[in-house]
């Protein structure tokens, strides 16, 4: 297989044991794995290829910085609407098309949160995703130089974007305060509530469109916050994502991962 196809190969899911359980790594454990990751080491490849391409094809580099700040505005709402409405939808795991990719793009995350083989999206699914939003946004600036800008700076994005998902997910206690908000955010979207904190870094859309909450005390734990909806009875309907999973749908996480309940209602 070429190195290009391994970047690409799916990791087996749900498996006995993790390779890198995120709730037994430290800081520099994940720095280490983060950076060797094929998938992240892919999108650095990515961001230099699109920005070597941006600038070649550039007839004026200021030009071709606009798209920059403009992803930069437009992303974080894009994030949220695909999160809310795609990976959170329940029509993708009722379509025997669409089952699979939707268990590997949000399902087994949700089931195992701490397994970092699924906590980042497979470059076959996140990677199209980004060039159909971002290129024709740099394009209408500057043409292909800046659809190229444009989708370099959404690669940088989601680099940043997914480091700190892991953090949210790490057995650590970060120094920085703003860290340590978004992570809490973050549990009670994975452990309280799905259907809120739909963000990662940014969570302006969630207030705007209201679905952000900051205690677990401002609304009742969903029953679905683990399985998304596709619970035994749907899977006995729509069998497709439990046949590739192998096992029913859980509904709760191993006690040993549910984070404490004191943990959840602390103000940051």
């Excluded at 961001?47 to 992803?71: D, F, Q």
């Excluded at 025997?96 to 470059?123: C, N, Y």
């Amino acid at each position: 297989m070429s190195t290009l196809g391994k970047f690409f190969k799916e990791a087996p899911l749900m498996r006995k044991g993790r390779s890198h359980d995120l709730g037994k790594m430290n800081l520099a454990q994940l720095w280490s794995a983060y950076l060797t990751y094929p998938i992240i080491m892919l999108y650095f490849l990515l961001i230099i290829g699109t920005a070597v391409l941006s600038v070649y094809l550039s007839h004026n580099i200021w030009l071709s910085l606009i798209p920059i700040p403009v992803v930069i505005a437009v992303y974080p709402t894009a994030w949220y609407m695909i999160h809310r409405y795609i990976l959170h939808g329940r029509w993708f795991y009722r379509n025997p098309i669409t089952a699979s990719m939707w268990k590997r793009i949000h399902f087994d995350h949700h089931q195992d949160p701490h397994l970092l083989e699924v906590l980042f999206g497979s470059p076959l699914n996140t990677v199209p995703t980004m060039m159909v939003i971002t290129m024709p946004i740099g394009a209408i600036i500057s043409g292909w130089s800046g659809a190229f800008s444009a989708l370099s700076t959404a690669l940088v994005m989601t680099c940043i974007y997914e480091f700190f998902h892991c953090i949210q997910h790490l057995a650590y206690k970060p120094r920085w305060n703003w860290v340590v908000y978004i992570k809490q955010l973050h549990v009670l979207h994975h452990f309280h509530d799905e259907d809120g904190n739909y963000g990662i870094t940014n969570y302006l859309p969630d207030r705007l469109l209201g679905t952000f909450y900051r205690e677990a005390k401002e609304r009742p734990r969903s029953p679905y916050v683990f399985n998304l909806g596709y619970t035994v009875e749907e899977a006995e309907r729509y069998p497709w994502v439990m046949k590739k999973t192998g096992a029913p749908p859980r509904d709760r996480p191993d006690p040993a991962r549910a984070p404490r309940r004191e943990e959840l209602n602390r103000r940051a």
